[in-house]
């Protein structure tokens, strides 16, 4: 599993989706003092996929996207390139091969939270997408 998120990571390097949100993608969960806007990304469900014995994995990531701009322009453009990025991409992975990923949901919400600053209303959109492995 550690190869497959060095390779969801690395594929932020240099991408308009690390550019829109100041580098700050994290994987399980943002540090408190994180400044937004931000990206969490993470597996939610690992279903082992061992047909015809070739070994794979069928992985669900959610990508979240937190803002706290009133504005839905800067939330869209994060996950417009999100999107560009990881909807039916080809990921580098050392010992497996990608055969597919694809963006399965996406929802809209807004969260209460707590800051340092305050309260604050943050714009959350958890996107999924689900990535198809085999082992090489």
Same mark, same amino acid.
């Given at each position: 599993? /550690? ?36 990206v969490?990304?993470f597996?939610? @469900? #690992? @279903?082992?996929?061992d047909?015809?014995k ?6 669900l ?11 839905? #322009? ?7 390139a ?15 091969t ?8 996406y /929802?809209t919400?807004?969260d ?9 209303? #943050?714009?959350h959109?958890p #996107?999924?997408?689900?990535?198809? /492995?085999?082992? /090489?």
């Open positions: 599993m /550690t190869n497959i998120l060095k390779a969801i990571y690395s594929k932020t390097t240099a991408s308009t989706l690390s550019s829109l949100v100041g580098g700050r993608i994290y994987l399980d969960c943002a540090p408190q003092e994180a400044e937004f806007p931000y969490v990304y597996p939610v @469900v #690992v @279903v082992p996929d047909a015809f070739q070994k794979g994995r069928n992985i990531f959610q990508f979240s996207i937190y803002s706290t701009s009133r504005s839905a #322009v800067e939330i869209s453009a994060i996950y417009n999100l999107h560009s990025l990881y909807d039916d991409c080809s990921l580098s992975i050392t010992g497996h990608a055969i597919g990923m694809k963006e399965t949901n /929802t919400g807004v209460d939270i707590t800051t340092p600053s305050g309260e604050a209303q #943050v714009k959109w #996107v999924e997408f689900e990535l198809i /492995t085999e082992e /090489t």
